[in-house]
């Protein structure tokens, strides 16, 4: 795709800021993506939602009134960043909480989760309601594992038309449930897409093909086959949907709402070919199409490619789809005139735990803080060394992009390690910014799960008076219970937690055995880089590489790996966080 040529680095930052010039009716532009232009009443639940770019009109393209209070909006394909989600939320947050809600991929189930309880330290209530309308990417018994699709509209749109209506958050979350746990989608695919500055496609269906169930980022389906004329396909696709009936809806009182949507390259002409054909498919099949919708929905930049989705309507559900809304990409109804007040400001409240104003003359380090920053610089210098070595680990099954990944992601957190210690912040608060910086510029699952890890060691740490081996081994172990929240791998799954865990359990081990913290730090070091090292006999089982699993057998796993070169390189020298072994390599 593209015809222009562009800077690939800057093409959806300009997309989106493009898109609000366009739409200044709708919305206007704010650091993390889009919030809707027409004041948002207090006390009116936040509907948020996002994802990836290269997908309009999800996700900015939603929002308006009655539907999103604002979109975050990511790379083109990438999740957005927990820091985006915050800034997002505190702008459009009113006193009545906030719902995000995306589709269910894993690197925006991270990154927003880790925004959220950012959101939640600041005092707001926020829930998560994640799309998972795919039939084709999991079973129905396991329907938590399914991704979204296009049929995140009738999620959408309900929670947003609930929020609009006043309802309090535990309505608003639970409606969106309820439209989630209704509606299904399948889509089939012609052809690939191609990322801007691209010249391969992403990925490829061969000529004359289709694939069943493929995901808009090309994720594998159910099945490939011939291509089919639109009655054949119309069949299949509606025949698969309805034996997905959701148990609660009687055979004979189907009231739905059907979505055809174009991916991007499969336009409106051969979508109502499609949709008349669907139409056909439903007749004499005891099903009332309450409602519909034909056009573009959920794109996937240029890909060739058709999905159909029903959202099985009951009586407060109709309401909520039938309410009237008005985004820059999707119009109904007529909405009561808006109030005439000024834009309410956006509350955006400061994050805590910042003091309000810097010292002029920075205090001089402490100890503990010399030995913090001393230990991220071996880290940042560790990782420096290491880039190409851990990217080339990532290329065998996974995109290439660890090594930079955790190279941008640990020079974000030192900075902001270096900032909050020169504000007089002690080590725990210090551990607690790095790691929302991690996750801000390291990106990808990886800047999810350090941050997270980092944050949750630093909320640990920050509880002690005096820190001491306990509580730096307590630091671990809540990294380490982060790391399983977030990620939901267990050990042997081939991640980064096979060389946390046993880190975590040597330390332990260690300390109990009476060494001292400095030596049992080294120990469990090398304990994690042989554990490392032995996830090259394990199969993937999480991520990016799962897929590719065979490819990764007799590699080990990168993220595993560089986490204990980074446990390695922070423990050498150790000799405890009242004082540095060589003080010359504090910042
Ligand atoms: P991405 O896969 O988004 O490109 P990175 O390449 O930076 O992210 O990181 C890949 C590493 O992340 C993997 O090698 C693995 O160690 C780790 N990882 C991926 N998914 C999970 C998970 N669910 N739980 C724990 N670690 C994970
Ligand atoms: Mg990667």
């Not at 290491?386 to 099954?397: C, F, I, S």
């Not at 740490?461 to 671990?476: K, S, Y």
């Not at 109990?512 to 469990?524: K, S, V």
């Not at 006999?537 to 991520?543: A, F, I, S």
Request: glycine share 14%.
């Amino acid at each position: 795709m593209g015809y222009l040529p562009t800077d690939p680095a800057n093409f959806a930052s300009e997309a989106i800021d493009g898109f609000a010039a366009a739409y200044p009716r709708h919305v206007r532009r704010i650091d993390g993506g889009v919030m809707r232009l027409a004041p948002i009443p207090s006390d009116q639940v936040g509907v948020v939602v996002g994802g990836g770019s290269g997908h309009y009109p999800a996700f900015a393209g939603l929002v308006g009134r009655g539907l999103a209070a604002g979109a975050v909006c990511g790379n083109i394909f990438a999740s957005p960043s927990a820091g985006q989600v915050v800034r997002v939320g505190s702008a459009v947050e009113r006193g009545a909480g906030l719902l995000l809600t995306f589709g269910n991929y894993a690197g925006d189930v991270l990154h927003f989760t880790l925004g959220a309880e950012r959101l939640r330290r600041q005092g707001i209530d926020v829930r998560i309601v994640t799309v998972t309308d795919d039939i084709a990417s999991a079973p129905i018994d396991q329907q938590e594992l399914r991704r979204g699709i296009a049929g995140g509209l009738a999620v959408y749109k309900v929670a947003g038309a609930a929020a609009e209506a006043g309802l309090p958050l535990d309505e608003v979350e639970r409606l969106a449930r309820k439209a989630n746990g209704r509606t299904r989608s399948l889509g089939v695919a012609f052809s690939g897409c191609t990322l801007p500055g691209a010249d391969q496609p992403l990925f490829e269906v061969p000529s004359g093909r289709m694939a069943i169930g493929m995901g808009l980022h090309g994720e594998p389906g159910l099945s490939e086959g011939p291509l089919t004329e639109a009655g054949p396909l119309a069949a299949l696709l509606v025949e698969r949907l309805l034996a997905e009936r959701p148990a609660d809806v009687p055979e004979d009182q189907q009231r739905l709402v059907v979505l055809v949507n174009g991916l991007g390259c499969f336009k409106y002409e051969e979508l109502f070919v499609l949709f008349g054909a669907v139409n056909r498919e439903l007749q004499g099949r005891g099903v009332v199409m309450a409602d519909c919708e034909c056009g573009e929905l959920v794109t996937s930049l240029d890909m060739a490619g058709v999905s159909l989705s029903f959202f099985w309507l009951d009586g407060e559900l109709e309401g909520f789809w039938n309410a009237a809304a008005d985004s820059a990409a999707y119009r109904r109804g007529q909405l009561a005139a808006e109030s005439d007040g000024p834009q309410q400001p956006a509350t955006q409240r400061p994050e805590p735990e910042l003091p309000s104003e810097p010292p002029t003359q920075p205090a001089p380090l402490t100890p503990e803080q010399e030995a913090l920053l001393a230990r991220f610089k071996a880290v940042e210098e560790e990782l420096q060394e290491r880039v190409e070595e851990l990217g080339g680990l990532d290329a065998v099954a996974g995109d290439g992009d660890h090594g930079l990944g955790m190279l941008r992601g640990i020079r974000g957190a030192r900075e902001s390690a270096i900032g909050a210690c020169g504000r007089g912040c002690g080590p725990g608060e210090a551990l607690m910014e790095a790691g929302e910086a991690w996750s801000d510029h390291g990106g990808g699952t990886s800047g999810a799960l350090w941050g997270g890890a980092l944050l949750a060691a630093g909320q640990s740490l920050a509880q002690a008076t005096e820190i001491g081996p306990n509580d730096v081994a307590a630091a671990f172990g809540a990294a380490l219970q982060a790391v399983i929240d977030l990620g939901q791998a267990a050990p042997g799954d081939k991640t980064m937690l096979d060389a946390l865990q046993p880190f975590c359990l040597q330390l332990r081990a260690d300390l109990d055995e009476g060494l001292d913290l400095a030596q049992a730090l080294q120990n469990a070091a090398n304990t994690s880089l042989a554990a490392a090292t032995a996830t090259a006999d394990l199969l993937p089982q999480r991520g990016r590489a799962r897929p590719h699993g065979q490819r990764s057998l007799g590699h080990p796993d990168p993220g595993a790996m560089s986490l204990a070169y980074c446990l390695l390189a922070a423990s050498a020298g150790y000799v405890g966080l009242h004082g540095v072994a060589d003080p010359a390599q504090a910042s």
